[in-house]
């Protein structure tokens, strides 16, 4: 009678390892003085197999881990994985400053089985994208060999800081950017965070050629710190022949550094200094700005921040300043100093009109807008426009209003994304990061062409944040930013009390010229689309103020013979009474 699976293997196994003991282990045929010598044979047979067995343990592990799912995967693929998690930021290798433990990270991968170790050790990318700070000196040399030869990525980054972490962080770039590694690099990162620095001794370490650089971001957080002029010996001594982006926070290259002389694609000035700084000594002239941005015939992305000349004549057209036609995405900025956010305009002033196809980000302060000359805000908001077809999309948010070349409606809550390389062409976008207020609002919806907008949707924040205001946006407000939007077809805001009178506001009849048999109609006739912003909100009554004005606003349109086709109610907790209503006033109700 056969025994369970598990028996049956042990009882192989058994067999097959007393057979192989039995044929190294044979003394039958021995005799006489042969006797001796085959003792002696089996004893070193005996210490071989002694010696082998751990060898001969990793290889059945081996072999049995090949069975497993895991293991059957293509190293091409696998290494894929490993790559994914590599750049993964809760996966990054942490330690080893704050104490003595370190973990590894993702590359704990290399423990798991030999075969996973294999496919990680071979994939020289792998280990090209160090963060350095986190890896331990003893690390560094694996690192190194495993990228085989690769460009190098490498990143020094601290958030918090003590003397002996200073002491390391220095430490680390002087051992990383060694010759033999600076002439592998091919992107830098150093971000400077902390309150902790007493000293800057990084700052003299850049002293070996660099000739395969292509990125390089310097990040500095201030705090005891006024923003200041690097120099860079490794990129000083001529032209840096394959940078390309250039990212600099709160620290700048003088403006007669070679490095103005690269063929950069992406520029990053961003400075933010303390209140007692005096910037005027570190910004570029009017020509020396022009100089930079006229040797930088492949430019496409370009973010200035409080970095702008101080001369401020807008008026002299000798003054128009000309972006590179490679240009795609600009982004102007000023901080919360009124000076800041007004140097931000009239420089924008100061530049000829961008082509339609460059996408453009103009963010001042809300608070100095209401200082500024408000012509000079207004001649900007025109310029932002000019040159470019009339927007598809409206999106209005508590801090930005943004166009765009194509329909679209969002859907969730924070409806502006962040700004970054990738944005669509032709996108314009106004921040006014302090928040927002019904002259805003009116001033932006009165300068920019509006007139073929098919797409308008509203932040909860706009209805929420304005209407705490003493002025906020009422019904005749709301009827004249409307009147603005011709061939609208599709709006979107937050079903909540406070959208009462952007619905009363839908609803409300305008006198067509007709002298005295003047008819009424409907604003914005051509919609067919309300879509509800996806906004978690309390329960609230069935009975709230914002069904009874949007039943209303339904009744209404469909009274008039341009119903509502499709109504997209988001989630927001309709009661099935509610939802029967709507339901028979639309075409359609998702």
Not at 130 to 152: A, E, Q
Not at 486 to 514: R, V, W
Request: glycine share 4%; hydrophobic share 40%.
């Amino acid at each position: 009678m056969s025994g369970t699976p598990i028996e049956n293997v042990e009882e192989t196994f058994e067999y097959a390892w007393k057979a192989f003991i039995s044929s190294r282990f044979d003394a039958s045929n021995a005799s006489g003085t042969d006797r001796s010598a085959n003792v002696a044979a089996l004893d070193h047979e005996l210490r071989a197999i002694q010696e082998k067995l751990d060898m001969l343990m990793l290889l059945a592990k081996r072999r049995r881990n090949e069975a497993v799912l895991a293991c059957t995967v293509p190293p091409e693929v696998l290494s894929m994985v490993f790559l994914y998690a590599s750049r993964m930021h809760d996966w990054q290798p942490s330690g080893p400053y704050r104490d003595s433990k370190y973990h590894p990270g993702w590359t704990q991968v290399t423990q798991v089985c030999a075969y996973w170790r294999e496919v990680a050790r071979d994939t020289a990318m792998l280990w090209c994208e160090i963060s350095c700070v986190n890896v331990p000196r003893t690390g560094m040399l694996p690192y190194l060999l495993r990228s085989k030869d690769m460009p190098l990525s490498l990143t020094f980054r601290r958030d918090g800081w003590t003397q002996h972490d200073e002491e390391c962080f220095v430490q680390d770039i002087r051992d990383w950017l060694c010759p033999p590694n600076c002439r592998r690099l091919q992107h830098l990162e150093i971000s400077e965070h902390g309150n902790g620095l007493a000293t800057r001794d990084w700052i003299e370490l850049f002293e070996h050629p660099m000739p395969a650089l292509e990125g390089l971001s310097i990040e500095v957080v201030l705090d005891r710190w006024e923003v200041f002029f690097l120099r860079m010996g490794a990129l000083e001594s001529n032209r840096p022949p394959n940078l390309r982006s250039l990212k600099l926070d709160n620290v700048l290259f003088p403006w007669d550094s070679s490095v103005w002389a690269a063929d950069l694609t992406t520029l990053t000035l961003w400075i933010c200094p303390p209140e007692w700084q005096d910037l005027a000594p570190l910004l570029p002239t009017k020509t020396q700005l022009e100089d930079i941005l006229s040797n930088l015939k492949s430019l496409e992305v370009l973010t200035l921040y409080n970095v702008f000349p101080a001369e401020r004549d807008v008026e002299s057209e000798a003054d128009i300043l000309m972006f590179p036609t490679s240009l795609r995405n600009l982004h102007l900025g000023g901080d919360d100093d009124i000076d800041n956010s007004t140097a931000c305009l009239e420089f924008f002033l100061r530049t000829a009109a961008t082509p339609a196809h460059v996408a453009c980000y103009i963010d001042v302060n809300v608070d100095a807008v209401a200082f500024v000359e408000p012509d000079l805000f207004l001649r900007a908001m025109e310029l932002l426009q000019s040159g470019r077809p009339p927007a598809k999309s409206l999106l209005v948010d508590s801090d930005a209003l943004q166009l765009l070349q194509r329909s679209y409606l969002s859907g969730v809550y924070r409806v502006t994304p962040e700004w970054d390389d990738g944005v669509e062409e032709g996108t314009r976008r106004i921040d006014y990061s302090r928040g927002i207020d019904r002259t805003i609002i009116l001033r932006l919806c009165s300068v920019l062409d509006l007139s073929d907008v098919r797409m308008f949707t509203i932040s909860p924040y706009v209805l929420s944040f304005v209407n705490v205001k003493a002025e906020s946006l009422s019904v005749d407000d709301w009827h004249v930013i409307l009147s603005r939007l011709p061939q609208l077809t599709g709006i979107s805001f937050p079903y909540e009390p406070d959208a009462c009178d952007l619905l009363c506001a839908l609803t409300k009849c305008t006198d067509d010229d007709g002298g005295d048999e003047a008819e009424t109609s409907l604003p914005v006739p051509l919609l067919t689309t309300i879509s509800f912003l996806v906004f978690p909100k309390p329960d609230r009554n069935s009975h709230d103020p914002p069904f009874l004005a949007l039943r209303d606003l339904l009744r209404a349109r469909k009274q008039a013979a341009t119903p509502i086709h499709r109504l997209v109610s988001g989630g927001v907790g309709l009661t099935e009474d509610e939802t029967n209503i709507l339901r028979s006033l639309v075409h359609e109700m998702v």
